[in-house]
């Protein structure tokens, strides 16, 4: 097993100067080393966990109908041969993530928080601009490449076997770096634009969060640099959107769908309250 992880490692580092992209939306190099067909296969065991013991919301339910119109909405608007693909999970969490192979998952909790479509069509755009920027590609490679490159150190100099468990740990949620983060802010607000949602939703987003901030108790924010300062810099590029930048949406259908999620996530969380009320302690 050792051998494979120090082949791997030397090609790695060998290559790496060939393999460094520059991201043409942000002009940044990345490391990319990661061919798509293993990104899929890692895609597919976090989708696993991502919904073992969740309950799946219905294609047929308003709050599915109304998340499934915004990420159309916005999608149509992203330049990629990907299939995206929305699963909608009821959970009290705040949440929402998006895979690199299309997969795109929105907890009810985050519809719940918010209170007008454009703050939930902000962070679906975050979260989609992580996956235009190749930001998963990036820190798998990244952690990958510098794993590899210790594990080389130890072995020649300190001495002992290759570890290569840590590629289970790729699996579950690690943060995106701080300058990942805020590129996928920056995307974000410019696809929310394009795709005609008015961009103070961001900036109303944040507002939520910063609470949440407090009560340090949402998932989605765990991962993310804090609210205050997204705020700033999300602010500071709404004023480079110019005047332009009160659009609200225009889209109807969107609101009369929001609008009826609303209602529903309500009613359920009310029969909810009574069947736990009306059950026996
Ligand atoms: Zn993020």
Same mark, same amino acid.
């Given at each position: 097993?050792?051998?494979?992880?120090?082949?791997?490692?030397?090609t790695?580092?060998?290559?790496a100067?060939?393999?460094?992209?520059?991201?043409e939306?942000? +002009?940044?190099?990345?490391?990319?080393?990661?061919?798509?067909?293993?990104?899929?296969?890692l895609c597919k065991v976090?989708?696993? #966990?991502l919904e073992?013991n969740?309950? /799946?919301?219905e294609?047929? !339910? =308003? &709050?599915y109908?109304c998340?499934?119109?915004?990420?159309?909405?916005?999608?149509?608007?992203?330049d990629s041969?990907?299939?995206?693909?929305?699963? &909608?999970i $009821?959970?009290k &969490?705040?949440?929402a993530?998006?895979?690199? $192979?299309?997969? /795109?998952y929105?907890?009810t909790?985050?519809?719940?928080l *918010?209170?007008?479509?454009?703050e939930?069509?902000?962070?679906?755009?975050h979260?989609l601009?992580?996956?235009?920027?190749?930001?998963?590609?990036?820190?798998v490679?990244?952690?990958?490449?510098?794993?590899?490159?210790? #594990?080389?150190?130890?072995? @020649?100099?300190?001495?002992? $076997?290759?570890?290569?468990?840590?590629i289970k740990?790729?699996?579950?949620?690690?943060p995106?770096s701080r300058?990942?983060?805020?590129e996928?802010? /920056?995307?974000?607000? !410019?696809?929310? @634009?394009?795709a005609?949602? +008015? &961009? #103070?939703?961001?900036?109303?987003?944040m507002?939520?969060?910063?609470e949440?901030?407090?009560?340090?108790?949402?998932?989605?924010?765990?991962?993310?640099p804090?609210?205050?300062?997204r705020?700033?810099?999300? =602010?500071?590029?709404? !004023?480079?959107?110019?005047e332009?930048?009160?659009k609200? *949406?225009?889209n109807?259908?969107?609101?009369?769908?929001?609008?009826d999620?609303k209602?529903?996530? =309500?009613?359920n969380k009310e029969?909810k309250e009574e069947?736990?009320?009306?059950?026996?302690a």
């Amino acid at each position: 097993m050792w051998r494979i992880g120090a082949a791997l490692g030397i090609t790695g580092a060998a290559s790496a100067n060939y393999l460094l992209h520059k991201n043409e939306n942000t +002009g940044r190099y990345q490391l990319l080393i990661i061919p798509e067909f293993i990104l899929d296969m890692l895609c597919k065991v976090a989708k696993a #966990q991502l919904e073992k013991n969740q309950a /799946i919301i219905e294609h047929d !339910k =308003k &709050v599915y109908q109304c998340i499934s119109e915004i990420s159309s909405t916005i999608t149509q608007h992203i330049d990629s041969k990907k299939t995206w693909n929305l699963t &909608v999970i $009821d959970s009290k &969490v705040v949440n929402a993530c998006a895979l690199s $192979d299309g997969s /795109i998952y929105v907890y009810t909790g985050l519809v719940d928080l *918010v209170e007008e479509p454009e703050e939930l069509a902000f962070i679906m755009c975050h979260e989609l601009s992580h996956v235009i920027l190749n930001h998963t590609a990036e820190k798998v490679s990244v952690r990958i490449f510098v794993y590899l490159l210790w #594990q080389l150190v130890i072995f @020649y100099f300190i001495g002992g $076997d290759l570890d290569l468990s840590f590629i289970k740990d790729l699996l579950v949620n690690l943060p995106l770096s701080r300058a990942a983060e805020t590129e996928a802010d /920056i995307q974000g607000l !410019k696809l929310m @634009y394009k795709a005609g949602f +008015g &961009v #103070q939703g961001a900036v109303e987003m944040m507002k939520k969060f910063k609470e949440l901030d407090m009560e340090g108790s949402s998932a989605l924010l765990a991962t993310h640099p804090l609210s205050k300062d997204r705020s700033e810099v999300l =602010k500071s590029e709404i !004023k480079k959107i110019g005047e332009n930048s009160s659009k609200v *949406v225009e889209n109807l259908k969107i609101r009369k769908l929001f609008k009826d999620a609303k209602s529903e996530i =309500k009613e359920n969380k009310e029969s909810k309250e009574e069947i736990l009320q009306t059950s026996p302690a």
